[in-house]
């Protein structure tokens, strides 16, 4: 493909899908991958691991452009792998099937990779939600209110970072470094790129480089999905421990702090309870054990109003609940860790 910085024609491109049970969100993503104006040509394909025929209707009936392949397990990282088997082209774009990508888009990513010599080329995502909660999320989980320093979240300058999104692939190096892991239900892109840039490949943010993506539209589905994020990357932890970054302490920190918290106010009651005598102590055991979910609570209220009044959003109402339940269910999944057959793989 020429050497960095080099002018040479653009590639043609294969974009690959994997989806399951995604009828609600998948048109648009591939309406927006067909508008795609990529002059070197690109093919889609949807690696399908739904348990029903309905995303494959979809696909077939709407799309007739987009090559549909089944991925009998079903799991993302084995239905990328199997997009990956099929795919005709020598640059791979991975695209979620609850995102969309702007006009101009894998043009801009395909001159990056091209100027930077990179492994892997991607940007910010950009959370869009169409009710109330679901924009809540996007808030919380684009400013460090719900995602810490994390460049694909809230962005920055252009250069070399740990992962980006979604991310866009010169195929040798994808085969060169083993492609996505099977065994990860979870957190396989991060990994994946851990690979990549140990074997000294570069993966490259540009900021210039957004993608939609659309939040899961209650708290019941936004804790199963951080639980799952939280408890996958232990996983990947245990495989890569070098991997490891301060940030990630954070979460399972304030966990292990509100439950020693709970745990003091439970003493704090039976005390007041069996030891009348005690009843000073006990509340002051009380009042201690306030202090912790008191201040994480401020943390939130201020930092969602700090935003809501700047942006102009009223649902940062409800970004501390989102931006709570990010944290505390990942936490929690990363307390709880993943099936050990898949922590050692």
Known sequence: MGAPGALTPLPPVSVIVPARDAEATLADTLESLLAQDYDAGFE??????????????????????????????????????????????????RCDARATLPPGYLTRAVRTLLRTGAANVGGRVEPAGSSFFERAVALATSTPLGAGDARYRVGGPEGPVDTVFPGLFRREALEAAGRWDETLLRNEDYELNWRLRESGGAVWFDPELVASYRPRGNPAALARQYFDYGRWKRAVLARHPRSWRARQLAPPLLLAALAASAALAAGGAAVRVLDPAAAATGTALL??????PLAYALLLLASAAAVGLRRRRPEALLAPVAAATVHLAWAAGFVAGPPRRAANG
Request: proline share 5%; glycine share 16%.
């Open 44 to 93: 889609v394909i949807v690696a399908d691991g739904s348990g029903g025929g309905g995303t494959r209707e979809l696909v077939r009936g709407r799309f007739p452009g987009v090559r549909w392949i089944a991925n009998p397990a079903g799991s993302i990282p084995a239905g990328l792998n199997r997009a990956l088997d099929a795919a005709r082209h020598q640059v791979i774009a």
């Open 287 to 292: 009042y201690a054990a306030a202090a912790c």
